[in-house]
């Protein structure tokens, strides 16, 4: 019988970048408002698993300029990509090993990520380049999650898939998908009626496994 495939989120779920990413949006921020902006990992886990445009509005004041908004925006997404490439976050434990066994028992491996075009790159060097088949991001549709699911699987050609993530905002992206969502509950958030949950990410194959995937 045919796997389902896994689409996996990004941050909170394969690596942690908090700390890289608050020193990338800090650095573009003082370009802007001045050598007294800052933000810590606290401020980055508060807005991971929101989309781009939710994060910078939460994060930069209002400058009361809708161009120099964008531009502000641009500039800290940019920073950071250019960061990461230098400064990768860490992926959590087992992760390279998990995926490969995951791989060689038949699933298909994608990631679905809220975040800008290059982010997701950033990570990948982290881990063999044959274990991901695909990975969309909040840039190529410039929606919520749950469409972000459905474009990559219907690019994909997957009829069946489950999401992993560690957010609420995952939780629910995912069932509006109609998808099943196993929670990462070691990540940066809870869920409310996960179909599992994983303590540590090399607990996802024999989950699987229980679950009758």
């Known amino acids: 019988m045919k796997k389902p495939a896994l689409i996996f989120d990004l941050d909170g779920t394969l690596w942690d970048s908090a700390a890289e990413v608050a020193e990338a949006w800090s650095e573009a921020?003082?370009?802007y408002l001045g050598s007294s902006f800052s933000l810590n990992k606290g401020d980055v886990y508060r807005e991971m698993g929101k989309t781009m445009d939710q994060i910078v509005a939460d994060l930069i004041p209002d400058q009361g300029d809708a161009e120099l908004m964008k531009r502000i925006s641009s500039d800290l997404f940019k920073t950071e990509n250019e960061y990461l490439e230098k400064h990768p976050g860490k992926a959590f434990p087992d992760v390279v090993k998990t995926l490969r066994l995951l791989k060689e028992k038949g699933y298909r491996l994608?990631?679905?990520?809220n975040c800008q075009a290059g982010y997701i790159e950033t990570f990948l060097p982290l881990v063999p380049n044959d274990?991901?088949?695909d990975h969309m991001c909040w840039s190529d549709t410039e929606s919520d999650k749950h469409v972000?699911?459905?474009?990559q699987m219907e690019r994909a050609k997957e009829k069946?898939?489950?999401y992993i993530g560690d957010t609420q905002g995952d939780e629910k992206e995912t069932h509006l998908a109609g998808l099943p969502f196993i929670h990462a509950a070691y990540g940066f958030g809870k869920a409310t009626k996960p179909e599992g949950i994983i303590n540590s990410f090399s607990e996802l194959p024999s989950l699987l496994e229980k679950l009758g995937y």
């Open 148 to 151: 972000t699911i459905l474009k």
């Open 110 to 113: 994608y990631i679905v990520s």
């Open 29 to 31: 921020g003082r370009r």
């Open 131 to 133: 274990l991901f088949s």
């Open 160 to 162: 069946e898939a489950i």
